[in-house]
């Protein structure tokens, strides 16, 4: 596409409706972000302890629309004269949520005539790492490690991304938050359980390391870690995990000896990819790469392969539009998606 340079400012505007937050941002070409603005759905969620898609799809139904004023106002934008285009994630996620926000991101585009972009939801969180960053992040070995995803890529640019291995089950993010439900944390757990682990001792409980030694693979499982856990607090019968009744200190070793078990697969399997991949820079994003050891660990890793590592800011770690900036890299080769496209929720692995 050729920018029109009469344009006195080339904005894009970016929309992210994939799970339980909502999110838009403006982000011009150099890819300064002039706005950007997150409305999580805890208060929706909390009470279930997990994120319930028909509350959430409702809850971005309510939201999108003030979001994007928002960050219009903020930015003080003229849509007309200074949006180049409008991107939105259609892919992977929550079929209703990613509905929402593609709705809305067409009718934006009718109503100004702009161009729609469309966005893979986990590359964008590789791309979280180039935002801030003159030189390309590609190529890269790529690690998604979110809610919905623990994906291995080989990127060799922004539009060629070779999967790798992933979960076989859940994610780590899920896993996280499913044994914070077991120590009694409020949602969203995996933060929480990050902060409580601070206290605890990494030793206390001998955890399994599901296909941590298997070298055939890249390919991981975090299941049975979870089961693991369970079945350590509670037995194997069917008792409520509300009746346990344990001490802080053993809360804490507990949270303490997951973390570390689901963090040696994960650095393990980054090992092994840098390793088979020879790649020579290590780009990780999603809602895990936010925690503290996990960072120190990948940062101790790289620095024994002698690779490159760059790791999303915390903020940009957790759903946000302004990842939505890799939609600069497809407007660029006139990557543009018709009105008439559909979401892909379904890519829980791979792409
Ligand atoms: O990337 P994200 O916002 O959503 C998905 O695309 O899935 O990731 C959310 C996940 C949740 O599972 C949350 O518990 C986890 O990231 N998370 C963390 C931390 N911060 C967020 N897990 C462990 N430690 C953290 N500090
Ligand atoms: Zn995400």
New binding site residues.
């Given amino acids: 596409m050729t920018l029109d340079s009469s344009m006195p400012r080339q904005l894009l505007l970016t929309i992210e409706t994939?799970?339980d937050?909502t999110a838009a941002a403006i982000i011009d070409r150099e890819k300064t972000v002039l706005a950007s603005c997150v409305a999580s759905q805890q208060q929706v969620h909390e009470r279930f302890h997990g994120v319930v898609p028909e509350l959430a799809a409702r809850a971005h139904l309510e939201r999108i629309l003030p979001i994007v004023e928002n960050v219009l106002v903020e930015a003080k934008v003229q849509p007309e004269s200074e949006i180049v285009a409008v991107a939105v994630a259609t892919e992977p996620g929550l079929p209703g949520c990613l509905l929402v926000g593609l709705a809305a991101a067409k009718a934006l585009c009718v109503a100004w005539n702009k161009p729609l972009v469309a966005i893979n939801?986990v590359h964008a969180?590789i791309y979280a790492c180039q935002l801030g960053r003159s030189e390309t992040i590609f190529p890269c070995l790529g690690f998604v490690v979110?809610?919905?995803?623990t994906n291995l890529y080989r990127c060799e640019s922004s539009d060629q991304w070779h999967y790798l291995g992933g979960t076989i089950d859940d994610?780590v993010?899920?896993a996280?938050?499913k044994v914070a439900v077991m120590l009694g944390l409020p949602y969203?757990?995996?933060?929480e359980?990050?902060r409580l682990a601070e206290h605890g001792d990494d030793k206390a409980m001998d955890l399994p390391r599901p296909m941590l030694n298997d070298r055939s693979t890249l390919n991981m499982s975090f299941s049975g870690l979870k089961t693991a856990v369970r079945y350590q607090l509670v037995g194997t019968g069917k008792q409520d995990f509300s009746t346990i009744i344990a001490s802080a200190e053993k809360k804490a070793n507990v949270a303490a000896s997951f973390q570390r078990a689901a963090i040696d697969c994960l650095i393990g399997k980054a090992d092994l990819a840098l390793q088979l991949s020879g790649l020579r820079r290590l780009c990780v994003g999603?809602?895990?790469a936010?925690?503290?050891l996990f960072r120190e660990k990948l940062r101790d890793l790289t620095n024994g392969h002698k690779v490159e590592l760059l790791i999303a800011p915390p903020e940009l770690?957790?759903?946000n539009a302004v990842m939505g900036a890799i939609a600069w890299e497809k407007i660029v080769r006139a990557e543009f998606a018709p009105l008439s496209i559909d979401v892909q929720p379904g890519l829980l692995r791979g792409v």
């Fill in positions: 994939t799970c937050e939801h969180h979110s809610g919905g995803h994610a993010g899920e996280f938050d969203p757990g995996g933060p359980l990050s999603g809602g895990v936010a925690n503290r770690c957790t759903d």
